[in-house]
Nanobody
Framework: QVQLVESGGGLAQAGDSLRLSCAASGRTSLSYAMGWFRQAPGKEREFVAAINYWTGGSIRYADSVKGRFTISRDNAKNTVYLQMNSLKPEDTAVYYC?????????????????WGQGTQVTVAS
C-alpha cells in the first residue's frame, strides 16, 4: 500500500507560479510511475502530466499545460513535483497525485492504483 499526500496548492493570480508536491509513504521501495491529474467543478478528472520511475525517463504532458508545467521526481525523497508557471484561470481545479504499480507512466486515469486526497489550485484573472 502507498499513501500519497499533496501540498502546495492555493490561490494565485493569472501569470503566477505554484509548485505542488506529492509525498509518498508506505511501500515506496517498489518502482512506481507517477502522475498528476486535475478535476475542475462539473468536469471529469483529466490527465496533466506523468513521469516514469527512472529519473530522466519518459515524461508526458497534456497539451493544455505543455510548455508551462514541469513534472519531476526525487526518488530518494519519495516525492514528485509539479511546477506550474504562467497559470491561467482555466487551470483552476483540484490537483491529484497518483501512483501506478509499474515503472512505466501512463496518461490513463484508470491505470493508476493509488491516489492522494487532492490539493485545490485557484487562479484568479
Amino acid at each position: 500500500q502507498v499513501q500519497l499526500v499533496e501540498s502546495g496548492g492555493g490561490l494565485a493570480q493569472a501569470g503566477d507560479s505554484l509548485r505542488l508536491s506529492c509525498a509518498a509513504s508506505g511501500r515506496t521501495s517498489l518502482s512506481y510511475a507517477m502522475g498528476w491529474f486535475r478535476q475542475a467543478p462539473g468536469k471529469e478528472r483529466e490527465f496533466v502530466a506523468a513521469i516514469n520511475y527512472w529519473t530522466g525517463g519518459s515524461i508526458r504532458y497534456a497539451d493544455s499545460v505543455k510548455g508551462r508545467f514541469t513534472i519531476s521526481r526525487d526518488n530518494a525523497k519519495n516525492t514528485v513535483y509539479l511546477q506550474m508557471n504562467s497559470l491561467k484561470p482555466e487551470d483552476t481545479a483540484v490537483y491529484y497525485c497518483a501512483a501506478r504499480r509499474s515503472p512505466i507512466m501512463s496518461q490513463e486515469r484508470e491505470s493508476y492504483d493509488y491516489w492522494g486526497q487532492g490539493t485545490q489550485v485557484t487562479v484568479a484573472s
